[in-house]
């Protein structure tokens, strides 16, 4: 029986905030790796990159991932892969929609290189994600990948306030106790 070759996209993102972390995050870098990956696997096969250079990650209006997304839809590719989930996307409700629902509806494989996430992998899927979560000695996904408007100048954080906190609820007394 002959082994499933998919049709591969490489997705690469560098949003402003990201172009001053220099060499190690560039859309060049981001494409090696990913290139590198895909070359070391031989059930994948590029098709085509898609690249957002200066595009936030908080949103999928970005023009590459859309034109990505489009080809999905032909069925031009099958699979997309990433260096990491922060440069798919950074906004958990999106990541979440797309690897939950849409990319298993359309039968679409996503990797995220270096989170070691692929959705095809045996225990794979989005019920992986959280074993990437916080744990001690390994990196910290959801952390990464969220929008974070916290650091936003102006914001309650940023003001020292606590945010997000909800108030403990008042548990009556039983009658009689």
């Known amino acids: 029986m002959s082994k499933k070759i998919f049709k591969t996209g490489i997705?690469?993102?560098?949003s402003r905030e990201d172009a001053d972390g220099g060499q190690s995050n560039s859309i060049q870098s981001q494409r090696a790796i990913c290139l590198a990956y895909i070359e070391s696997h031989d059930d994948l096969e590029l098709v085509d990159t898609y690249i957002d250079?200066?595009?936030?990650?908080?949103?999928?209006?970005?023009?590459?991932?859309?034109?990505m997304l489009q080809d999905m839809?032909?069925?031009r590719i099958d699979c997309a892969v990433s260096k990491d989930m922060s440069r798919f996307s950074r906004n958990y409700i999106d990541a979440?929609?797309?690897?939950?629902k849409i990319f298993p509806a359309m039968g679409i494989r996503y990797i995220a290189i270096n989170d070691n996430y692929d959705s095809m992998?045996?225990?794979?899927?989005?019920?992986?994600?959280?074993?990437?979560?916080?744990?001690?000695?390994?990196?910290?996904?959801l952390p990464r990948y969220l929008h974070q408007?916290?650091?936003?100048?102006?914001?309650?954080?940023q003001k020292g306030r606590v945010c997000g906190q909800l108030r403990?609820?008042?548990?009556?007394?039983?009658?009689?106790?």
């Not at 979440?96 to 939950?100: D, S």
Request: glycine share 18%; net charge positive.
């Open 11 to 14: 997705y690469a993102r560098l």
């Open 121 to 141: 992998a045996p225990g794979g899927g989005s019920d992986n994600i959280t074993l990437l979560l916080p744990q001690s000695g390994k990196r910290r996904l």
């Open 53 to 67: 250079d200066g595009e936030t990650g908080s949103n999928t209006d970005r023009p590459g991932f859309q034109r």
């Open 96 to 100: 979440g929609n797309y690897l939950e």
């Open 149 to 157: 408007d916290t650091h936003q100048p102006g914001s309650q954080a």
């Open 168 to 177: 403990p609820l008042r548990i009556p007394e039983s009658p009689g106790g």
């Open 73 to 75: 839809r032909s069925g």
